[in-house]
């Protein structure tokens, strides 16, 4: 499993604006079936590769606008010290 960090935003119908947005941890081996698991059936998206190599989805369902970024954590090539 890889992990990720999630933010899903969510748009203001009229304004475009952003109106809330969350972060969470997930662990997934594919983002596009995590995704497909977490919007309504008659959502349609578009998926972007962010050149910092995010994968983003815009997500509209009934005119709602969403978009969910995924970042793969990088192991880290030494352990953190539990002191610092």
Same mark, same amino acid.
């Given at each position: 499993?890889?992990?990720? !960090? ?5 748009? #203001?119908? *009229?304004? +475009?604006?952003?109106? =809330? =947005?969350?972060? @969470?941890?997930? *662990?997934?081996?594919? &983002?596009?079936?995590y995704l497909k =698991? ?7 998206? @578009?998926?972007?590769? =962010?050149?910092? +190599?995010? &994968? ?12 969910? &970024?995924?970042?793969?954590? !990088?192991?880290? #090539? ?7």
């Amino acid at each position: 499993m890889k992990r990720y !960090e999630l933010l899903h935003e969510m748009y #203001d119908k *009229e304004t +475009g604006e952003s109106t =809330s =947005s969350q972060t @969470k941890d997930i *662990e997934t081996e594919n &983002v596009d079936e995590y995704l497909k =698991s977490q919007i309504d059936p008659a959502s349609t998206y @578009k998926k972007l590769d =962010s050149e910092e +190599g995010s &994968v983003i989805f815009e997500v509209t369902t009934f005119g709602l606008k969403e978009r969910y &970024v995924f970042t793969e954590y !990088e192991p880290l #090539d030494t352990p953190l010290d539990p002191l610092l």
